[in-house]
């Protein structure tokens, strides 16, 4: 796999900044202070990361730390009602629609995203796919799918019976994805 193409990002980030995500794209050693930067910029001093080897590698606890971000990696449960940040990694992207797709076997990977205030996920470039299409026969192949697939496409929105819309009901209020070159 190589990492993911200018204009398939550019796709990506126009596709995200739609519904009101945020995208950037920094290499895998910029990946820790890219995130550290993002929660200070928005005011968030406490956070839970759902560390993956990528994570792990590129530093991102430790730069949070660093930063003065208080950061929590064990009992998510019990932190992410209070934690106003989260972190993990997606294991692929749709560009056509600016989605992050989950696929986790691990309650603590799905809290993450689903219970800050703001979510940050991460994305190899080379995951990502042009469509929607592509993203349900790299499913369709897989030997045996985990307990949890879930499409991530901006902020949480829903609306009432009236057809009122709000934000941050059934998830985060912001949400940035961070594009790493993988490769």
Same mark, same amino acid.
């Given at each position: 796999?190589?990492?993911? %193409?200018?204009?398939?990002?550019?796709?990506?980030?126009?596709?995200?900044? &739609?519904?009101?995500?945020?995208?950037?794209?920094?290499?895998?050693?910029?990946?820790?202070?890219?995130?550290?930067?993002?929660?200070?910029?928005?005011?968030?001093?406490?956070?839970?990361?759902?560390? &993956?080897?990528?994570?792990?590698?590129?530093?991102?606890?430790?730069?949070?730390?660093?930063?003065?971000?208080?950061?929590?990696?064990?009992?998510?449960?019990?932190?992410?009602? %209070?934690?106003?940040?989260?972190?993990?990694?997606?294991?692929?992207?749709?560009?056509?629609?600016?989605?992050?797709?989950?696929?986790?076997?691990?309650?603590?990977?799905?809290?993450?995203?689903?219970?800050?205030?703001?979510?940050?996920?991460?994305?190899?470039?080379?995951?990502?796919?042009? %469509?929607?299409?592509?993203?349900?026969?790299?499913?369709?192949?897989?030997?045996?799918?985990?307990?949890?697939?879930?499409?991530?496409?901006?902020?949480?929105?829903?609306?009432?019976?009236?057809?009122?819309?709000?934000?941050?009901?059934?998830?985060?209020?912001?949400?940035?994805?961070?594009?790493?070159?993988?490769?």
């Amino acid at each position: 796999m190589s990492s993911i %193409t200018d204009d398939l990002y550019e796709l990506f980030k126009k596709n995200l900044e &739609s519904v009101n995500g945020i995208s950037k794209r920094v290499p895998k050693a910029g990946l820790g202070k890219a995130v550290a930067e993002v929660f200070k910029e928005h005011g968030i001093s406490s956070a839970c990361v759902f560390e &993956s080897p990528l994570l792990k590698e590129a530093g991102v606890v430790s730069e949070l730390a660093a930063a003065g971000i208080n950061v929590h990696t064990d009992h998510i449960r019990l932190h992410a009602e %209070t934690d106003k940040g989260g972190v993990s990694e997606a294991q692929h992207g749709i560009a056509e629609l600016g989605t992050i797709v989950q696929e986790q076997d691990d309650v603590d990977g799905r809290i993450v995203a689903t219970m800050s205030e703001y979510y940050i996920g991460i994305v190899k470039g080379s995951t990502i796919v042009p %469509t929607y299409d592509d993203m349900f026969d790299i499913l369709s192949k897989t030997p045996q799918l985990p307990n949890y697939v879930g499409f991530i496409t901006g902020p949480s929105r829903t609306a009432d019976i009236e057809c009122v819309g709000t934000v941050g009901v059934h998830g985060p209020i912001d949400l940035c994805i961070i594009v790493v070159d993988d490769e």
